[in-house]
Structure formats: structure tokens, C-alpha cells
């Protein structure tokens, strides 16, 4: 079970009516979590709450490797965001070697759990731009399980086009936006 | 757990008869991130349509203010409307009303010659009548000026608040009258909007008119919401939403707020397409790998893989023939549209025009695709004709996004840029009629345009 344990979940589904009963219980599944009082907040840090001082093996990997507030700190370590290169999901040399070196990281400390969000540039359709992000973040999983990662530990997610980073309709802000996070829980 | 769902909607509805205490209450330090509203809520923001562009020789047509009868607070409301409706699907052009010399309400007072000197051809005419208990008859009469004669009317009794819903009405009646085909005037289009930025991002599912009238939020989440798409029957909307944190496919009635979950398999859950029987949803899962077509059938929940391929597929949409699916597949290298039957068998590569054709929306007739194309300008709104087997552009922006097609096939409504932001645009099938949706606020994007449903 992932995450968010610093939020309260409150179950919340409400059907606002004028005039009118007729409001309906939705499945009961729909997590819905409570923010801070600043209205319509949303989470955005998944990352980091949580693990931060577990008495995490730090420097076996020889990569530096201490936990930080949001994942483990050290040359290649600090680097938690991978890119890449217009529709495609291949990781470039440099992403490879960050890749790597979670990987290693993750090998050597099993009780760390990642996500991998996958992310795309605004162009092209927002569905096809969804499977991209998936796809992106499989390429990251597909390197740290070759390296020894068990599959469970990793959980990938998508927001293709729905999360940019970077505005802007240029390639300085698409080359910002085609990346898979690494998030540490 | 419930309880607390109690005490918090009780809070809601009471607090919504007096929006000033809202940040008083401290039940409101809990935000829910998804709501769900009920179509009826009452309108927040209206937009408005500009028309670019209209054909070189629309119909000349004088739409005069119906006469009232024991009405006194309406304002030229049928005529306004009819006037717009027309206007705006570049096939008519109203005589302006500055120039009418009288201003008939009924047959007997028409003087012909009036309105064959201000060159009009059709002429409307009409009448409110208040027949108290908030009840009105409105009824009109369209006329051949040059013919002298009638060609067509009709009496409606409405309650009050139904005046925008005749008067699309009459514009229906009018269109199919003198272009022979039928109207979509009285019908609705879904969208997304989304306010603020992250992490304070709001997206809103919104219903509203489709001339854009009475927007109305039928769910807000701080999370992304997209792809809805209209049951057949008009009844129901399937979208995607990231409310617990990944993407999972939902089907809401527009009327009751009734919500199920769909589909939430691990990976992506996404792309919803309805069978033309409203039966099946064609999806995009990702649960075997990697994203491939899937059929899930809404009575029985069962579910059949379609597609079977290494490369990204998805963007499913039926043949109106409840045959095929179109879909768009990265098995080439760039994505392109492929076309599969539903009973199973190979993938057929349909586009070869372009490095890039995605997000393939079937025409009523099932006789051509629009889709998004990159053809070296841009992303575009392109049409596919499956008898010239060739995408053509139709639009001359480069950031189009998620055309579908009125259900008349007319028109072609998509989400594009301007001035920075995200707005609705709708195109005729010909390229020749182009107008753009103005909304007040927000990025507004991904427009389904409802099918004919009368409730609706």
C-alpha cells in the first residue's frame, strides 16, 4: 500500500443539488484525500515523507546513497528525473547512468519502494501522449529489474501531457516535460 | 467513515444557501478532491461564439423578435437564439434587424413586399404567450418570402425556463427546412476545464450547451480528468480520472450522478469509446504489458483483449456500423490509425499521410475519420475519407487537440490554442465554416459533442 500516510483519507463524494434529493452513493473505492485548509490544494509530494531517517544503508553502493528528504543523496542519486527524446521511450546515455545508479541503490536497500511517473510533452493527442508516459517509465523499470530490482517494489504511473513542468510551446519546455520521476516513498 | 461523509455533504448543502461562511466552517479544512454534481446545477460562467469564417452565399433569412403576449421580463429571446444558432453554422445570413420596415408576429400581418426588399428569403416569425403558472406557448412559422406561403410551424408548451431549449428547437427545425439536413442546435457538448495552477490545479467535467450556454460542472477533482465520451443514448459520460493517483475509467449519468469504476487494473486504464449499441466500452489497458485495445462489456463486465502488439495502441473509436474500431497504434514507429473488427482478426494500417495521425473520430456516416495530423505544419485538425483514402487538414493552427463530430456530422468541434491558452474551435467538415467557443476562464480542451437526445 502506497503512500501518503502524513494526509488524512476521508472518503468524500458529494452531490451538490439544488432542489433535489436524488443523490447517490458512489463505490466506495474512490480514495479521496483531505488537503490543508488553502482550498483546492491538491498532494504533490508523494515523494520522500516517511522514509526519510529509517536507518537506510547509505554508501554501500559507493554512489553516495544516504537518504535526503526525498530520496537518497549522492552525485547520480540527487538526479531523479530522467528525459528524453521526442515519442520515443529510449534512455539517452547520461539517463542510462542515473538509471543505474538508483538501481543500484534500490539493490542494496530492499525495504525502499519508487514510483516511477512517467510524463510527456504537450504535443500530439493527450491518450497516445498517456501510453507514452507509461511506456517511458517502463523503460526506467525494465533497467532496475535487469539489475536485480524485484518488480514489486517499483510502481509506475502515467500522466502523459496532464503534468507539465515547464509552460511554454517550445522545445525548451518539451525537452522539460518528456520525463519519468523517481520518486522515493 | 460514512459518518463523516454525512456530516461533511449536510455541511455542503447547508453552506450552499449562504456561500459567505463557507471558510468559517471548520469541516471545510477537509477538501474533497472529487466532487459530483447533478446536471441541474445552476450555470457559473457562459461563453461565447465568435464565427471566423462562414460560406461565401449563406440563405438571407429575417428572424423577427416574437410578439409577447402577457409576457413582459423576456427578452427577444427565440429570435436571438435562432439568429445565433444559423449564424453560427455559416449556412445562413440574418438581415440585420435594424433594417426591417414591420414586424410581423403572425401570417395575416407579413407584407411580403417588406422583406423581399431587404432581399430575404426565408422569413420567421413568432409568438409568447404567458398562460400563467409559469407555463408559456411559443410557436413560429417559417416562410418562403419569395413563394408567399408557409413552410413550416409549430406550438410549444413549455414551462418557462425550457424558452433556450425551444428556441434551439425552432433553430433545428429551420436548418433541416431549408438545408435539408437535420439540425444539431439543441444538443450539448462535454469538456474539460482546468483552473489555477499545479499543485493547486482544478479540473472540472463540464456539461454545457453547444452553443455554450449554462456551463454546468458535472465533476471537479484535483487531479487530471480526460477523454469523455457520450454513451449513445446521451444518458451517460465515460472519462478517465486520476483521483487515485493513476488513471482508472469511470461511466457517470449526467442525471442521477450515479458513478461506477469501470476499470483498475494495474497500468493505464484510459481512452473509453462507447459501441454504438451502448453496451461495450472499448479501453485502453495496459495490464498485460504494455497499452493495447480492450472490449468491456457494461452488463456483464466481461472483458476481451482486441489488440496484441509490443507497440503503444490506443485511441479506440467504433465504426457507427458496430463493426470495426479505429484506433491509433505506434507499431510503425510514429503513431498512425489502424482499423481492426471487433470480432477479432489483423490490424489494418489505415493513414499513410503525415508522420503523425492520432486520436481517429468516426463521422456519423462512417464514411470518413477526423483525427489529429502532422503533416510537417503542425498539429492539425485532419479528415480522413475512407473512399479517397487520403488525410487532408482542415484547420491552419498547430496545437489542435480531440475533434469529434457534431451528430449531424455538420461540423467538427476540437480544442486548440489562443493567446496562450487552451480554447473550444469548431470547423465544417469542408474546411469553409470555422468559429471558436470563448469561455471566461480556464483552459478549456477534449469537447464530445452529445449525440441527438432530446432529454438532453
Not at chain 1, 509530494?45 to 529509517?54: E, H, K, N, R
Not at chain 2, 487515485?244 to 487494473?265: A, D, F, M, P, T
Request: with cysteine; charged share 20%.
Amino acid at each position: 500500500m502506497r503512500n501518503v500516510l502524513s494526509y488524512v483519507v476521508v472518503l468524500f463524494l458529494s452531490v451538490a443539488i439544488v432542489g433535489c434529493g436524488g443523490r447517490k452513493a458512489v463505490d466506495g473505492d474512490v480514495n479521496v484525500e483531505a488537503v490543508d485548509g488553502t482550498a483546492g490544494a491538491s498532494t504533490g509530494g508523494l515523494a520522500g515523507d516517511g522514509v526519510s531517517s529509517s536507518g537506510l544503508d547509505d554508501g554501500s553502493t559507493g554512489l553516495g546513497g544516504a537518504m535526503g528528504a526525498n530520496g537518497p543523496e549522492g552525485e547520480l542519486l540527487s538526479k531523479r528525473v530522467v528525459y528524453f527524446d521526442y515519442n520515443s521511450s529510449l534512455l539517452t546515455l547520461e539517463s542510462e547512468a542515473i538509471v543505474q545508479a538508483h538501481a543500484q541503490f534500490l539493490a542494496s536497500n530492499s525495504g525502499v519502494q519508487i514510483i516511477l511517473e512517467g510524463h510527456a510533452d504537450e504535443r500530439g493527442t493527450r491518450e497516445y501522449n498517456l501510453a507514452l508516459g507509461e511506456d517511458r517509465a517502463k523503460s526506467v523499470a525494465n533497467v532496475m529489474e535487469a539489475l536485480g530490482v524485484s518488480g514489486g517494489r517499483i510502481q509506475n504511473v502515467s500522466y502523459g501531457e496532464e503534468r507539465p513542468v515547464a509552460l511554454g510551446y517550445d522545445e525548451a519546455a518539451f525537452a522539460l516535460n518528456r520525463r519519468v520521476e523517481i520518486l522515493y516513498q | 467513515m460514512s459518518l463523516i461523509l454525512n456530516l461533511i455533504l449536510m455541511n455542503k448543502v447547508e453552506n450552499m444557501t449562504s456561500p459567505g461562511h463557507l471558510k468559517s466552517k471548520s469541516f471545510f479544512f477537509f477538501v474533497a478532491t472529487v466532487l459530483v454534481f447533478l446536471i441541474s446545477r445552476p450555470a457559473s460562467a457562459v461563453l461565447t461564439i465568435e464565427v471566423n469564417k462562414g460560406v461565401d452565399a449563406g440563405i438571407p433569412i429575417a428572424i423577427v423578435p416574437f410578439g409577447l403576449e402577457g409576457v413582459s421580463d423576456l427578452p427577444h429571446l427565440p429570435a436571438d437564439i435562432v439568429e445565433s444558432d444559423l449564424n453560427s453554422s455559416g449556412k445562413f445570413d440574418p438581415v440585420s434587424r435594424e433594417t426591417f420596415l414591420s414586424q410581423p408576429t403572425d401570417l395575416g400581418s407579413i407584407q411580403y413586399k417588406d422583406w423581399r426588399l431587404l432581399k430575404a428569403e426565408a422569413l420567421v416569425v413568432g409568438k409568447i404567450i404567458n398562460l400563467g403558472n409559469g407555463q408559456l406557448e411559443v410557436r413560429f412559422r417559417l416562410v418562403d418570402v419569395f413563394r408567399e406561403r408557409q413552410l413550416t410551424g409549430q406550438k410549444f408548451v413549455i414551462p418557462e425556463n425550457r424558452i433556450r431549449k425551444v428556441s434551439h428547437q425552432i433553430s433545428d427545425i429551420i436548418y433541416q427546412q431549408l438545408t435539408g439536413k437535420r439540425g444539431a442546435f439543441d444538443t450539448k457538448i462535454a469538456y474539460i476545464t482546468a483552473q489555477g495552477k499545479d499543485p493547486k490545479r482544478k479540473f472540472l467535467l463540464q456539461v454545457a450547451d453547444a452553443d455554450g450556454f449554462g456551463p454546468r460542472t458535472v465533476l471537479q477533482s484535483n487531479e487530471p480528468i480526460l477523454s469523455p465520451a457520450w454513451s449513445p443514448d446521451g444518458n451517460w459520460l465515460a472519462y478517465v480520472s486520476f483521483e487515485k493517483k493513476s488513471s482508472n475509467v469511470y461511466i457517470q449519468n449526467v442525471w442521477s450522478g450515479e458513478r461506477q469504476l469501470v476499470s483498475e487494473y494495474p497500468g493505464i486504464n484510459s481512452a473509453p469509446a462507447w459501441s454504438p449499441d451502448g453496451r461495450s466500452l472499448a479501453l485502453t489497458l495496459s495490464k498485460d504489458g504494455n497499452p493495447d485495445i480492450y472490449v468491456y462489456n457494461v452488463d456483464n463486465n466481461s472483458l476481451r483483449r482486441l489488440t496484441r502488439h509490443t507497440a503503444i495502441d490506443t485511441e479506440p473509436d467504433w465504426a457507427p456500423d458496430g463493426r470495426t474500431i479505429a484506433f491509433t497504434s505506434g507499431r510503425s514507429g510514429a503513431p498512425q490509425i489502424y482499423r481492426i473488427p471487433v470480432a477479432g482478426g489483423n490490424a489494418q494500417r489505415v493513414t499513410f499521410d503525415g508522420k503523425y495521425n492520432a486520436g481517429p473520430s468516426h463521422s456519423p456516416d462512417g464514411k470518413s475519420l477526423v483525427l489529429i495530423t502532422d503533416q510537417g505544419n503542425g498539429f492539425r485538425v485532419g479528415i480522413y475519407s475512407q473512399e479517397e483514402r487520403s488525410v487532408r487538414e482542415l484547420t491552419d493552427t498547430r496545437q489542435d487537440e480531440s475533434p469529434t463530430f457534431a451528430p449531424n456530422g455538420e461540423m467538427i468541434i476540437y480544442a486548440t490554442q489562443k493567446g496562450g491558452r487552451s480554447i473550444l474551435a469548431a470547423v465544417s467538415t469542408d474546411g469553409s465554416v470555422q468559429q471558436t467557443l470563448r469561455f471566461q476562464q480556464g483552459s478549456v480542451r477534449e469537447p464530445a459533442w452529445s449525440p441527438f437526445n432530446r432529454k438532453l
